[in-house]
T-cell receptor, first 119, second 114 residues
Framework: DAGVIQSPRHEVTEMGQEVTLRCKPISGHDYLFWYRQTMMRGLELLIYFNNNVPIDDSGMPEDRFSAKMPNASFSTLKIQPSEPRDSAVYFC?????????????????FGDGTRLSIL | AQSVTQPDIHITVSEGASLELRCNYSYGATPYLFWYVQSPGQGLQLLLKYFSGDTLVQGIKGFEAEFKRSQSSFNLRKPSVHWSDAAEYFCAVAADTGRRALTFGSGTRLQVQP
């Protein structure tokens, strides 16, 4: 089975440019998560969706960041305008929703990440 | 809010030696606990999980972890380390409040000496 697919794997762009990261979750999964990984802050949740609806975006750093999920098989994370401090590895993960008591049986599956460098 | 502490940033062990990676969590109720491994340039792969029942859980690649409520710990162990185990290991916790997101520890980088 195909796992979570992220594109691009690497992105290098100049400060001020718009950046769009893409994610295709595992087919049938109804939860999608965006995480950011940096040396300073480790792995932190940015936003997550359930059935294409954003549930919790409290981790989105500021208005320059936006995320959408137009359908069950595609999500984007956009940064506009980008800044050097946005340089990080961005991960997408998906999971199959489950009743609360069995959540532990439905772990999150991660993509290989997008390494973003803003010059 | 829940939190996770991994006190060891970097650990070096010899191939064939035993391994224990420490994880302490902070959460008022019974947590869901996970260990993930990240190889260089890769995403995170789930090693094992705990959410109830037997406090000693077995995972993939010969790893196991023990949940100790009294110590708020969920340490990862392996009896004999292989060179291919060199990677970064993350402990994570999820609350049973309905919020599906994971809170990760800062990670422990494992180096394996021949």
């Amino acid at each position: 089975d195909a796992g979570v697919i992220q594109s691009p794997r690497h992105e290098v762009t100049e400060m001020g440019q718009e950046v769009t990261l893409r994610c295709k979750p595992i087919s049938g999964h109804d939860y999608l998560f965006w995480y950011r990984q940096t040396m300073m802050r480790g792995l932190e949740l940015l936003i997550y969706f359930n059935n294409n609806v954003p549930i919790d975006d409290s981790g989105m750093p500021e208005d320059r960041f936006s995320a959408k999920m137009p359908n069950a098989s595609f999500s984007t994370l956009k940064i506009q305008p980008s800044e050097p401090r946005d340089s990080a590895v961005y991960f997408c993960a998906s999971s199959l929703g489950a009743a609360l008591h069995s959540f532990g049986n439905q772990p999150q599956h991660f993509g290989d990440g997008t390494r973003l460098s803003i010059l | 809010a829940q939190s996770v502490t991994q006190p060891d940033i970097h650990i070096t062990v010899s191939e064939g030696a035993s391994l224990e990676l420490r994880c302490n969590y902070s959460y008022g109720a019974t947590p869901y606990l996970f260990w993930y491994v990240q190889s260089p340039g890769q995403g995170l792969q789930l090693l094992l999980k705990y959410f109830s029942g037997d406090t000693l859980v077995q995972g993939i690649k010969g790893f196991e972890a023990e949940f100790k409520r009294s110590q708020s710990s969920f340490n990862l162990r392996k009896p004999s380390v292989h060179w291919s185990d060199a990677a970064e290991y993350f402990c994570a916790v999820a609350a049973d409040t309905g919020r599906r997101a994971l809170t990760f520890g800062s990670g422990t980088r494992l180096q394996v000496q021949p």
